[in-house]
């Protein structure tokens, strides 16, 4: 863990040193030229030293986790890692660096000041300081911390404890395998098949699933159908010579002549041998526990397509081993049911009662413990097994329901599960590991948003700078692998596909704060739960806060984040103290407190990144926010904010603006949101990638194409004489994926002739012009290629727009509300291939809907609002055969009588869901 400090001031560090500040230093000032380079010297020094310590942690936290000695060391080499974090912040603010950019930073005047020069000298004494620190926790760690060195150690460990895992989890009885019928049929299925070639099978899913224990099951009962079998446990440190030689052991096992002749081969001539072995027969060999592709890549010269029907099954954690997986034998393993989880659970915790039946009055109790394991069958197994040793009484069971999370920590008896789970810590990149640990901090089951969660990230510093990447696609990979490693669970993907929400799994939850807890990572404050109980987390997450917090926490001046979370009414009275005392604050998002005033201290914030003020009462942002250089992201949307500083424009490193005000939340008026006016000097935000929502005015409008990093654009009141400029801005804006434009009133012509090729969500809000979808390139099979999501309000089309729109074959989401005037709408075969939802709402005078054989044959959601004319279900209705979800909104009672004995509905299988209109 300590690690992760580590290289997070290692990374500032570089920032500090690149470019050379003390030869622009010496340039301007002489006379201390010297000082600033001795300075840069000395963070030289310590950040050789520091990175000796990260590489030495990474290579030993996993031999020495819970000694006593070594977690006292590594609570030193913390302090003196965040002190050096905390040092190199000061140097970079007083140097004014464009900070995290890349760009080379320049002495500001300030500089000249006796107070500034003081603050050098008190920065480079302490520097000094953290070096003797360092160079004496080093000597301390060769006195007093015992390691176990030298590699060979370090992977015999791994090696070692993955065995146990898998040994464990093969010798689970078959009673033990509840709700797995499914998979265990696919599987046979897999390796029954008449495929000559040799096939792989891939069972994937998060660690303590039972994927182990399903392939043992299986093997156990097909092997004797294969000439010969084998079983091999891998690890993510694993060494070829030792997989080759164990495979060569479960080959031979019975053969001892042969394997005291391989006794002595090198890797070369093992290879050869078990090359001609396996090339004669057919055999299944289990791979388990496989955690990179390297592993089969190192394999495949043995393991050679004989024509014989070999198989071969892989069980992984992750999603990029799956790959290797022969067509269709992809098994991904799911947490068991809610059923299937009582019914493992009462079978471990009541095994002698009959029918393993829970007492009545324990029953309320039971269930709940039994959904906190979150259907791991791992979990639910090692849990039940605990508690059928504890005494069956009501006060014990509701004891262990309250503090489940704590046994799971602290419970010897629950090693296993710990075990299993943290090796999945272990594995991580290190970079990775700050990403994953920091959702912890967040409440369980709590739904995370790619695009807030990636700027969270960036802000706190934890994505690294890859190639000509911007640090969003960087953020965005790390979340991904997080995924595709089964650390966080993928909830919901938007319509074409990208990932949208996310979870991360209760077991996990608990342990990884466990971690960020001891680690001084981050903490918590629950009103409910005593508040918080670490003094020096950096980070504080606060959830659901009801009451203001009557006392200043003790390590205020070390806060660096907080975040507060869920419904409040408290006006968050520490806020003053916060922006006063916490100078290296770099995120504080606040959205939904019911805050009405930001202090002026708030341009004290020098570090700050991160400006979260979303559903506040706030009407006005201080003047002193101009003052914060480093600001990344700034959150007013749905604040009672309309115009923003003169000052804003000088935040050049802003890459994300939200404020966008809200009036009618269901959009069903003309105006129902709000841009905001910014002053003079738009142009100055070069770097700004998001700006929703700007409020269009002639000066504006007119700065806008100067924005080229621009991927997300939302305009309102735009008036038709705007629309050649705002046109010739957006093809400045190269990178532009998200377009939203809204006209100032309804008759208002809105044209857009440009085209932008990259452009993969438009929303267009007030009357298009004549002809305008048949010759602006935004719906042209070219310019709209890659345009996925469309939404036309208020269009005022008098003509069926379909056959224009269907050119758009791309697209998985068109909404049409108070788009069309016409009678009729008709979907022909083959168009909109790919479109999942379609959304009509407000067409009054459209009465029929025609859907004909071969149309949207990917629709999954068809939502019908307030359509007042029509009076019959759509015609052909019953060809979406993908539909899953119809609703039918604000109707009439004779409608939905109708709707009632419309077989076509009834036989495709969807769910129907309708409102009354009033």
């Known amino acids: 863990m300590a690690e992760i400090v580590i290289l997070l001031a290692i990374e500032k560090i570089g920032i500090a040193l690149v470019n050379g500040a003390a030869n622009q230093g010496s340039a301007l000032f002489v006379k201390y030229g010297t000082q600033?380079?001795?300075?840069?010297?000395?963070?030289?020094?310590?950040?050789?030293?520091?990175?000796?310590?990260?590489?030495?942690?990474?290579?030993?936290?996993?031999?020495?986790?819970?000694?006593?000695?070594?977690?006292?060391?590594?609570?030193?080499?913390?302090?003196?890692?965040?002190?050096?974090e905390d040092m190199v912040d000061e140097y970079l603010y007083l140097v004014g660096r464009d900070l995290d950019m890349g760009c080379c930073f320049y002495l500001k005047k300030g500089f000249k000041k006796t107070r500034s020069l003081l603050s050098l000298n008190q920065i480079a004494f302490k520097v000094k300081e953290i070096e003797k620190d360092l160079l004496h926790l080093s000597e301390t760690k060769n006195r007093w911390v015992p390691v176990n060195d030298g590699d060979t150690s370090s992977s015999n460990y791994i090696v070692k404890r993955s065995q146990e895992l898998a040994d464990t989890s093969r010798s689970i009885d078959d009673e033990d395998l509840v709700g797995v019928d499914e998979n265990r049929k696919k599987l046979k299925k897999c390796l029954a098949g008449d495929d000559l070639q040799c096939s792989v099978v891939v069972l994937l899913g998060m660690g303590g699933l039972g994927k182990t224990t399903l392939a043992a099951n299986v093997y156990n009962k097909v092997r004797e159908k294969f000439q010969c079998h084998a079983w091999v446990s891998i690890s993510?440190?694993?060494?070829?010579?030792?997989?080759?030689?164990?495979?060569?052991?479960?080959?031979?096992?019975?053969?001892?002549?042969?394997?005291?002749?391989?006794?002595?081969?090198?890797?070369?001539?093992?290879?050869?041998?078990?090359?001609?072995?396996?090339?004669?027969?057919?055999?299944l060999i289990i791979l388990d526990d496989v955690w990179t592709p390297e592993v089969f890549d190192d394999l495949s010269s043995v393991l050679i397509q004989n024509a014989k029907g070999s198989k071969l099954i892989i069980t992984t954690r992750e999603a990029q081993v799956a790959e290797l997986a022969s067509q269709g034998c992809i098994l991904t393993l799911e947490p068991l049911s809610v059923d299937n989880t009582w019914s493992l659970f009462c079978k471990k915790a009541f095994p002698r009662d009959t029918n393993h039946a829970c007492p009545a009055e324990l029953k309320p109790f039971s269930e709940e413990i039994a959904n906190k394991c979150k259907g791991l069958p791992l979990v639910i197994v090692l849990v039940g097994s605990l508690l059928r040793v504890r005494g069956k009484t009501v006060e014990e069971w509701r004891q262990i329901s309250v503090q489940l999370s704590w046994e799971l920590i602290n419970n010897a008896r629950l090693d296993q599960i710990r075990n299993v789970l943290h090796l999945s810590f272990i594995y991580l990149p290190t970079q990775l590991k700050s990403c994953f640990l920091y959702c912890?901090?967040?409440?369980?089951?709590?739904?995370?948003?790619?695009?807030?969660?990636?700027?969270?990230?960036?802000?706190?510093?934890?994505?690294?700078?890859?190639g000509e990447s911007t640090l969003e696609e960087v953020a965005e990979s790390y979340l991904r692998e997080l995924v595709n490693r089964n650390m966080l669970q993928l909830v919901e993907r938007n319509t074409f596909g990208r990932m949208r929400r996310f979870r991360m799994h209760d077991i996990l939850h608990d342990l990884a704060a466990d971690l960020c807890k001891n680690n001084c990572f981050g903490v918590t404050y629950e009103n409910n739960r005593g508040g918080c109980h670490q003094k020096d987390g950096r980070r504080l997450v606060v959830h659901n806060l009801k009451n203001d917090i009557q006392q200043p926490f003790s390590n205020m001046h070390q806060l660096r984040t907080v975040v507060t979370l869920g419904d409040s009414k408290s006006s968050f009275n520490l806020l003053p103290l916060m922006c006063n005392g916490s100078r290296y604050m770099t995120v504080l998002e606040l959205s939904g407190l019911p805050i009405e005033k930001i202090p002026d201290a708030i341009g004290g914030l020098f570090n700050l990144r991160h400006l979260g003020l979303r559903d506040t009462k706030i009407k006005m942002l201080p003047k002193s926010v101009e003052k914060l250089s480093n600001l990344l992201t700034m959150d007013l949307c749905r604040s009672d904010i309309h115009e923003l500083p003169s000052g804003i424009v000088k935040l050049k490193k802003l890459r994300h603006l939200f404020a966008e005000g809200l009036f009618d939340s269901e959009g069903r008026d003309f105006e129902c949101r709000s841009g905001v006016c910014i002053p003079n000097g738009l142009g100055n935000l070069t770097n700004l990638q998001t700006l929703q929502a700007l409020k269009a005015q002639d000066e504006s409008i007119r700065r806008l194409g100067e924005l080229r990093?621009?991927?997300?654009?939302?305009?309102?009141?735009?008036?038709?004489?705007?629309?050649?400029?705002?046109?010739?801005?957006?093809?400045?804006?190269?990178?532009?994926?998200?377009?939203?434009?809204?006209?100032?009133?309804?008759?208002?012509?809105?044209?857009?002739?440009?085209?932008?090729?990259?452009?993969?969500?438009?929303?267009?809000?007030?009357?298009?012009?004549?002809?305008?979808?048949?010759?602006?390139?935004?719906?042209q099979a070219v310019g709209g290629q890659n345009l996925y999501e469309l939404s036309l309000c208020w269009s005022q089309l008098r003509e069926d727009p379909l056959s224009s729109l269907s050119l758009l074959s791309n697209l998985t989401c068109l909404r049409l509300t108070k788009a069309y005037n016409g009678e009729q709408l008709v979907f022909l075969t083959g168009w909109f291939p790919k479109l999942k939802i379609l959304s009509l709402r407000d067409l009054p005078n459209l009465s029929r809907l025609d859907i004909q054989q071969g149309a949207m044959a990917s629709l999954e959601k068809l939502g019908l609002t307030n359509l007042c004319s029509m009076t019959k279900a759509p015609r052909g209705i019953q060809f979406l055969t993908s539909l899953k979800k119809i609703g039918f909104y604000e109707i009439s009672r004779d409608f939905l009588t109708s709707l009632g004995q419309c077989s076509a509905i009834q036989g495709i299988g969807a769910s129907v869901g309708y409102t009354l209109r009033d």
């Open 440 to 466: 912890s901090l967040f409440p369980e089951d709590y739904l995370f948003r790619r695009k807030q969660l990636m700027r969270l990230w960036i802000a706190e510093g934890f994505i690294k700078q890859r």
């Open 36 to 84: 600033l380079l001795e300075l840069q010297r000395s963070m030289d020094r310590v950040v050789r030293e520091l990175r000796l310590m990260h590489d030495f942690l990474c290579q030993m936290d996993i031999r020495n986790r819970n000694k006593q000695a070594h977690e006292s060391w590594l609570g030193e080499v913390r302090k003196v890692a965040h002190l050096m």
């Open 236 to 283: 993510q440190t694993y060494s070829r010579e030792d997989v080759l030689r164990n495979i060569t052991k479960e080959l031979f096992k019975d053969n001892s002549s042969v394997l005291s002749s391989t006794v002595g081969m090198d890797i070369m001539s093992l290879k050869e041998m078990l090359k001609k072995f396996l090339d004669q027969r057919k055999y």
């Open 709 to 779: 990093q621009m991927r997300s654009l939302r305009l309102w009141n735009v008036k038709g004489i705007y629309c050649e400029h705002i046109s010739e801005s957006l093809v400045q804006m190269q990178y532009l994926s998200n377009l939203d434009v809204n006209a100032s009133d309804e008759n208002e012509v809105l044209l857009l002739n440009v085209c932008l090729p990259n452009l993969q969500k438009l929303n267009l809000r007030g009357r298009i012009a004549e002809g305008a979808l048949d010759t602006s390139p935004l719906f």
